[in-house]
């Protein structure tokens, strides 16, 4: 390899700078609680890193970046008061925990407000594996990015791209809160992709792929991403329309992580304690067939999502979040906890690595030849989803499936359907996981759905 930048030649600066993050969060720690806070949290974050991006063969836009961050948040009793700033010297942070404080003041008492329960915070740091730096120059993270996309553009039928890029991130966290506690994760993201377009005629289509991995060694090579953007993409040649019916859908892998995302969005507590889910109340009950479960696993290494603690400093732990098709537990951080006279599930933030489970899963091919005669769906448009009633509807592409066999592309459709029958008519989950996101789902075959076309 060529020479790396300065940015990416030295690993202890990350170590240097987790060390610094935790001096100033201990020290704003002391501050507040000098100007009178009885409580009091503090989140800091620090991050560089390289893009690149580069269409027929030329340089588009390289950059490199650095970015931070100071969060603060204060409690007078039950009154809360927030400031942040991007200045890390004392003079600024100083500035920052009065403004906190000052806003508290005049902030009405929230019953439900205040630091996660102390007997929840995370005493145990297993190691999770999630630093890789990638000593990569600049001249070779432009010749990956072209060596994706010359492979995309050697495909017959591929005439343009949109071009392909290649990024790599490492950063730093560290929170800490008035228990005493102060933690901290330091973490690299790399990813590459492509984008490119093929004609046929009049017609002409656009698609993409990409990978992305906390250890750069785990991504695809460049090549292999190419020629998937370049087959899918001219896979999507010779479009038909498809009748209104109701049918089959069978919602790919990349594309059913987000149907996953809704069920967890509809479990989340903010959602729960204001009655703004259809999945209010459901609690113990069944909402998927009892063939699947749906975990999550915080200390997966190398994991996208993985975090030994959540973002008010709660131990994470694996737990199911559906369990042979019951809901087991909510998505819950301390305050939506309290609202709904419940335990804190070390959620505060989000989920981590999340995975769908079946009892018996199945190929994408085979999925096909069980679906018969249905819609693939790789593409999807719109926001048509409301949590309350679960109501569900959004513009799609894919492909039409007839014998158990792909038939042709489709495009300018709608699908439609109430997200809790959806979630009950899956009838199978396919062993093709998509690994690249928090999320981690195969793809998921619906037994029947509203299609809009001609």
Known sequence: MNQSPKLFEDKNVIHAK????????????????????????????????????????????????????????????????????????????????????????????????????????????????????????????????????????????????????????????????????????????HSMSCMVLAKQGDEMQRDYWYDSARDYSDLLPPQEIGAICAKRTASRLGVKPLNTQHAPVLFSAPIASGLINHLISAISGSNLYKNASFLNKHLHKQILPEEISIVENPHLRKGHGSANFDSEGVATYKKYFIHNGVLDSYLLGSYSARKLAMKSTGNAG?????????????????????????????????????????????????????????????????????????????????????????IQTGSILIDSMAIAGN
């Open 18 to 189: 987790e060390a610094e993050l935790k001096d100033l969060v201990s020290y704003v720690l002391e501050k507040a609680k000098s100007l009178g806070a009885t409580e009091a949290e503090i989140g800091a974050s620090w991050y560089q890193g390289l893009s690149v991006n580069v269409r027929m063969g030329d340089v588009e836009t390289l950059e490199f970046n650095r970015d931070q961050g100071f969060a603060v948040t204060v409690f007078f009793n039950q009154s809360k008061g927030s400031a942040s700033t991007n200045d890390f010297s004392k003079t600024a942070l100083d500035d920052a925990v009065k403004a906190a404080c000052n806003i508290a003041k005049f902030t009405s008492p929230d019953p439900y407000a205040g630091l996660a329960d102390a007997n929840l915070i995370a005493n145990n740091f297993p190691e999770l594996d999630l630093y890789h730096p990638w000593p990569i120059s600049t001249e070779d993270a432009i010749e990956l990015a072209q060596c994706s996309e010359n492979a995309a553009r050697e495909h017959e039928k591929i005439t343009n791209s949109d071009g392909a890029s290649l990024s790599s991130h490492q950063g730093c966290r560290v929170y800490g809160n008035s228990h005493q506690f102060i933690g901290s994760q330091i973490g690299t993201r």
């Open 350 to 438: 989000g989920v981590h690595n999340v995975l769908v489970e079946a009892t018996n899963l199945i190929s994408f091919d085979n999925l096909c030849k069980h679906m018969h005669k249905g819609f693939i769906v790789t593409e999807l448009m719109g926001h048509g989803i409301n949590i309350v009633t679960g109501d569900y509807s959004r513009g799609a592409a894919g492909f039409w499936v007839e014998n158990g066999e792909v038939q042709y592309p489709v495009q300018g459709v709608t699908i439609a359907g109430n997200l809790a029958e959806m979630f009950k008519q899956i009838t199978a989950v396919g062993s093709d996981v998509d690994y690249r996101g928090n």
